[in-house]
């Protein structure tokens, strides 16, 4: 049953833009049902929600209008008779986001997300060396036909040890070469292929984009999809999530599936063989999990699953930061021997599973923003995700006003596995205050994760924070 919270305040309108263009976006709660544009006319404010319509009316209207935009059989709070802090807590959001000009009383009727707790994850989790043995006995489990998804220059890493792995089982294995973009006309392909193949089981096998393809591929076909990340550089591999590229490679957007990989194998003599900068880039992507997650759990935000994160979800998160504290250094220092130690395996873990579980049940905020932002700067295209993200969990910390004593404690450590602690360590590059400010609308965008963050952010303030960051680094 859908539950409404309808709150009632005064909002400044923007009334100085154009009464037609919804271009003034902001964000309520994050989640699968958020207010994501206004719209302002002589008589009401509407706000258009990605589910159902909500509403601001002025005082006049309010009662007649908001009775009408409620479907029958539903709850109503109104926030005077609850003491919930989250729905306080986007009340005064609605207060700070909302910019200029002329005060109304308003009526607002928010739809919410489920208030559940969520937890999803795949069915199994391999990892070790050699564990790429496995990948043949799995597809096994869920079928007579596997399709393999990957690239020529991974099989040329792993094809003879996952051919050996179907040496002993029934199923049949074929590869279709991947062609290096997660895009839509790449999927359309593959599903092709696994159609006329009657693949049972879609294996992607290689970095971010072929695992992700794979995905979206079973999300067509509705087959079982097996996941075989060859790096640890980023903790989607575990991820319900794709993220979509135009044949160009620009990013268009990510697409949630209502599945798992079934299995996900992570062969760790073939990560610490990899790039040692892949491996110190997963470092710099699980870093952030950590307080990423305790700024959702502390605002009562949302995973993508629109859902309420759970204690295991907290508590692997954190765990994830400590192995990573404890191990990332000797970590590095092993795989640029292409050694696998055990704190290459703790790593590894902390990376691949803990950040994958950690991310997608704890929930993302400032530190992914901030990338998402950075992702618009000329200059910073060769910068891995990772790098990134490490410099946009340094961003939050200022922007959380975390004591500078343990800011500077964690660009320590970042600086030590070889992570960028400011966007002059990326490339070099020196952006100038516009594009700082572009940056952060981006960040601030209402779609993407800077709502988990319990305090407003503005494209000021991160942009202020990226330099803050500069003149941290300088002052060492
Ligand atoms: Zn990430």
């Not at 305040?9 to 206004?38: E, H, Q």
């Not at 009727?109 to 937890?119: D, K, N, S, T």
Request: proline share 4%.
């Amino acid at each position: 049953m859908a539950e409404f919270v309808i709150l009632r305040g005064f909002i400044k309108i923007p009334i100085s833009r154009d009464a037609k263009t919804p271009d003034y976006k902001y964000s309520v709660v994050m989640g699968v049902r958020r207010i994501s544009t206004l719209f302002y006319n002589s008589k009401d404010v509407h706000f258009h929600y990605s589910n159902g319509t909500v509403i601001i009316l002025p005082s006049k209207a309010r009662k007649e209008r908001a009775n009408k935009s409620l479907v029958s059989g539903t709850e109503m709070y109104d926030p005077k008779n609850t003491d919930s802090r989250s729905k306080r807590y986007w009340l005064t959001n609605l207060y700070r986001r909302s910019v200029v000009s002329v005060e109304r009383v308003f009526t607002l009727v928010v739809e919410l997300g489920p208030m559940h707790r969520v937890y999803a994850s795949p069915d199994r989790y391999i990892q070790g060396p050699g564990a790429l043995e496995r990948v043949g006995p799995l597809a096994l489990q869920h079928g007579k036909s596997a399709l393999i998804i990957s690239d020529s220059d991974v099989w040329q890493v792993v094809g003879d040890s996952v051919e050996e792995s179907f040496n002993d089982v029934t199923t049949t294995m074929e590869r279709s070469n991947f062609t290096g973009e997660c895009s839509t006309s790449e999927i359309d392909r593959l599903t092709d292929v696994a159609s006329k193949r009657n693949a049972d089981v879609i294996i992607g096998i290689g970095g971010g984009k072929a695992i992700d393809t794979a995905k979206a591929v079973c999300g067509r076909t509705g087959e079982v999809v097996g996941s075989v990340p060859t790096v640890a550089s980023t903790d989607a591999p575990t991820s319900s999530l794709s993220i979509i590229y135009t044949e160009e490679g620009t990013f268009e957007r990510a697409h949630r599936h209502d599945f798992h990989p079934s299995f996900v194998v992570v062969d760790t003599n073939v990560v610490a063989h990899a790039p040692t900068r892949w491996f110190i880039s997963g470092i710099g992507d699980a870093l952030a999990t950590w307080f990423e997650a305790k700024a959702t759990w502390e605002n009562e935000g949302r995973t993508i699953h629109g859902a309420r994160p759970t204690y295991a979800s907290k508590a692997i998160a954190r765990y994830s930061y400590d192995l990573l504290r404890e191990n990332a250094e000797d970590a590095v220092h092993a795989v640029n021997e292409d050694t696998v130690t055990e704190s290459v395996e703790a790593v590894t873990e902390a990376t691949i599973l803990l950040s994958g579980l950690g991310f997608e049940n704890g929930g993302t905020a400032a530190a992914h923003a901030v990338h998402d932002g950075l992702t618009t700067l000329s200059g910073i295209s060769d910068a891995t995700h990772g790098e990134k993200v490490a410099v946009g969990v340094l961003v939050q910390l200022i922007l959380e006003a975390y004591p500078k004593e343990e800011i500077k404690d964690i660009i320590s450590f970042a600086d030590a596995v070889g992570l960028p602690v400011s966007l002059r360590d990326i490339d070099s590059i020196d952006p100038t205050r516009e594009e700082l400010l572009r940056v952060g609308h981006v960040a601030c965008d209402s779609e993407g994760s800077m709502g988990n963050e319990g305090i407003d952010v503005t494209p000021e303030d991160v942009a202020n924070a990226l330099q803050t960051l500069d003149s941290i680094n300088e002052s060492e």
